[in-house]
């Protein structure tokens, strides 16, 4: 490719966002459009144009197509490893946009490893049949029967396992998309117990005192008011009923409100336990569920009873 050519195909910002996520690690297509918000093939269309510059390389191995920096690119006394040191010290300025990309990369890392793909620091391990989804149905054996509201369910994988041991969930989310896609995942899955409705975190469509359990995971930062929320929560409990609740910590990751939707920034501690003594929980519990070095994303989990 001339030179003209080259500069062409750099003066689009998504190449640029995707040349410095490859500048950190290797990256496979899925991992790639969730980090850069594309769709898959708007990404691969620009893996493409990369790849033909001799830019970018591709690795197969383990059922994927792996994306890196490719050799000549990075190292060795090529044409193109002076442009490659113009755009190393250009990718390490720090923007909004590229604490966003970082953000959501550490993300990735996060579920890379608790896919337990690896075991250990130095050595990789295989242990068939290992996976965080069957302790989880494994724990939920331990639960008695009840009748369990999942607060802003999205497309409902959580309404999904709670309903293997619970006597029946409500699922309650104001996407009428989410829940057309959540009510059919149900149905191939044959899981009968769920009635799926449509409504707000701070009016939610369930009679009073009706439920042992409210579940809101990841959807207390999306309330205009989380109080009331929180106090929507307690009413439709019964007495003595449970809350258990994951949001993130307090963060400043403000790019999540345009690009998620988010209202809040995450909740400290503090807020969070007031928050729930103020709608009238007692035996109220926070502690920290997931944390790693250098994400930006904690969470936090949460119980109390009405």
């Not at 197509?65 to 250009?90: N, S």
Request: hydrophobic share 40%; net charge positive.
């Amino acid at each position: 490719m001339d030179t003209a050519g080259l500069l062409r195909l750099l003066g689009d910002p998504t190449r640029l966002r995707l040349l410095r996520l490859l500048s950190r690690e290797a990256l496979n297509v899925s991992e790639l459009t969730g980090v850069l918000d594309l769709a898959q093939s708007g990404v691969s269309r620009h893996l493409g144009l990369l790849r033909e510059a001799g830019l970018v390389a591709e690795d197969r191995t383990g059922g994927f197509a792996w994306y890196r920096l490719a050799d000549p690119f990075i190292q060795g006394d090529g044409p193109l490893t002076p442009l490659h040191g113009f755009l190393a010290t250009e990718f390490a300025r720090p923007t909004p946009q590229t604490r966003a990309d970082d953000a959501r990369l550490e993300e990735i890392r996060r579920l890379r490893k608790e896919s337990f793909a690896s075991h250990g620091d130095e050595r990789r391990q295989l242990v068939p049949g290992r996976s965080w989804a069957a302790w989880a149905r494994a724990l939920g054996l331990l639960m008695p029967p009840m009748d369990v509201a999942d607060l802003g369910c999205g497309e409902g994988y959580l309404t999904l396992e709670a309903a293997r041991w619970a006597r029946h969930v409500t699922a309650v989310d104001r996407s009428k998309d989410v829940l057309a896609r959540g009510r059919d995942l149900a149905r191939r899955r044959k899981l009968t117990n769920i009635t799926w409705k449509r409504g707000d975190l701070e009016r939610v469509p369930i009679a009073d005192a009706s439920m042992d359990l409210a579940l809101l995971s990841q959807a207390l930062h999306h309330a205009q008011h989380p109080e009331r929320a929180l106090a929507e929560t307690a009413r439709i409990l019964r007495p003595g009923g449970r809350v258990l609740l994951l949001d993130l910590r307090e963060h400043d990751q403000a790019w999540v409100r345009t690009t998620l939707g988010d209202k809040w920034l995450g909740f400290s501690e503090s807020a969070l336990h007031a928050l729930l003594r103020d709608a009238g929980f007692t035996n109220i519990v926070i502690r920290t569920g997931a944390r790693r070095t250098g994400d930006p994303f904690t969470v936090l989990i949460a119980a109390g009873t009405r």
